[in-house]
Each structure stands twice: as C-alpha cells, then as structure tokens.
C-alpha cells in the first residue's frame, strides 16, 4: 500500500501585481496568520522570534535582542526600541535596491530561545544585543547594563563596517 505524505511547502515567495517580491517568506507568514488577516504579509522590520520564524536565522546575519519576556511589556518596548534603526537600515538598502544586510528580532524566554543560547553559547543575561551569523558560525555581542538606542545604531555601524570581532558559535 502506497504510504500518503502531507504537503510541505518549502518556500513561498509572494508578489504584487508588478511581479516585485513582497515577502520571500509566505510560508512563515501562512503558519504564523493561518486565517491571512495581515495578507499580503509586507514584511515588519523587526520581528518576535518565534519557533516558526526562527529558520530565517539561517539566512543571514540577524541583530537579536534577548529581553525578559516576564516582565510586561519589555518585549514591545525592544521592538519600539530597535524598529528606527531597522527602518533606517532597511530603507537605506532598499533604496540602492538591494537586500537589508540584516533581519531584526526580538527574544524573549522560552524553550526555543534558551536552544538558540545553548547553541550559539550565549550567556543568560537579559537584555543582551547580539548579531548572530549563523551561516559564517559567528556571533558579535554586546552585554551591556542597559540597551539604549544610541548602543543599538553603534553596534550595528560597527558591524556593517566590519569593525566587529567575530566570536565562533
């Protein structure tokens, strides 16, 4: 008898009407909105990192920034906190049309987050500012006492500049 396997969607890429790519991550988006109320899915310059969106950590460099999701609210207030300089990066890429150097996300505790220390090493601090590079093994961290707008945008020129020292994960 013929095993029967279930659909898996690899990618989904999603265009507008002139053929430009909106989002190259329509599948994230399906698993994440299963009823489309925030189709087409343009995409958030900074995202919660969660279990399903957690695979576009394997596309390229990605700014994270671990907080205590215990603490009402801190989430929301990382996201407002780095989201300026996410626009700012993003629309300075796109308007050479190129991709953004980097994807943005904030972390807060659960057991994906603690896996992605475990792996990548990182210490149990919170918050802590980090630009993981899963593809080259590298990670670049900023253990500060307090993560302030002026810290993020250094730490991201920085890195843009190639002024970082890269620690192997």
């Not at 002139?18 to 310059?45: A, M, S, Y």
């Not at 700014?63 to 009402?72: G, K």
């Not at 590079?133 to 500049?161: C, G, H, N, Q, W």
Request: proline share 8%.
């Amino acid at each position: 008898m013929p095993r029967i396997q279930r659909a898996r969607i690899p990618t989904l890429i999603v265009l507008d009407s002139q053929g430009e790519v909106i989002t190259r991550q329509g599948r994230v988006e399906v698993l994440n909105d299963v009823e489309c109320r925030e189709f087409p899915w343009h995409p958030k310059p900074v995202l919660e990192l969660t279990d399903s969106n957690a695979v576009q950590l394997n596309e390229g460099p990605c700014l994270v920034l671990f907080v205590d999701s215990e603490d009402d609210g801190e989430s929301e207030a990382a996201k407002q906190l780095i989201q300026p300089i996410a626009e700012k990066i993003i629309a300075k890429y796109k308007a050479k049309d190129e991709e953004a150097p980097l994807l943005f996300f904030v972390a807060g505790e659960d057991d994906m987050t603690d896996s992605l220390r475990d792996y990548t090493n990182l210490p149990e601090a919170a918050p802590l500012l980090t630009i993981l590079d899963m593809s080259a093994r590298a990670k670049y961290v900023m253990d500060v006492e307090e993560i302030t707008p002026e810290i993020v945008e250094a730490f991201v020129s920085d890195f843009l500049a190639d002024k970082l020292k890269p620690e192997p994960i």
